[in-house]
């Protein structure tokens, strides 16, 4: 069995910053992607930012230039850095995993429980 385990949300003040982090432990073979989506009140789930496990990020329109993914292949371990945190980046943050498992074809997924941020005077 997979998990996804997430540290570091909470409340910031806008224009503040926090650091997010997943790791992911079980019986993985290998990880393919990493990243995080969010999801307000009212509104569906978005991307915030993925990353390979070569170090390729691709990043939400609304985050970029702000946030910045990294990863810790020795750890499987995702980072996401928030900086200039508004008011609308609001909401649960998911980690997701995309993964191979030993002697199975193809690549399987999975959500850690979420984090709240808030973004708030």
């Known amino acids: 069995q997979v998990q996804l385990v997430e540290f570091g949300g909470g409340l910031v003040q806008p224009g503040g910053s926090l650091r997010l982090s997943c790791a992911a432990s079980?019986?993985?073979?290998?990880?393919?992607?990493m990243g995080w989506y969010r999801q307000a009140p009212g509104k569906q789930r978005e991307l915030v930012a993925h990353i390979t496990s070569g170090g390729s990020p691709t990043y939400g329109d609304s985050v970029k230039g702000r946030f910045t993914i990294s990863y810790d292949n020795a750890r499987d371990t995702v980072y996401l850095q928030m900086n200039s945190l508004k008011p609308e980046d609001t909401a649960v943050y998911y980690c997701n995993a995309d993964f191979y498992l030993p002697e199975v074809t193809g690549t399987t997924e999975s959500w850690g429980q979420g984090t709240q941020v808030t973004v708030s005077s």
């Open positions: 079980g019986d993985i073979f290998r990880i393919n992607t």
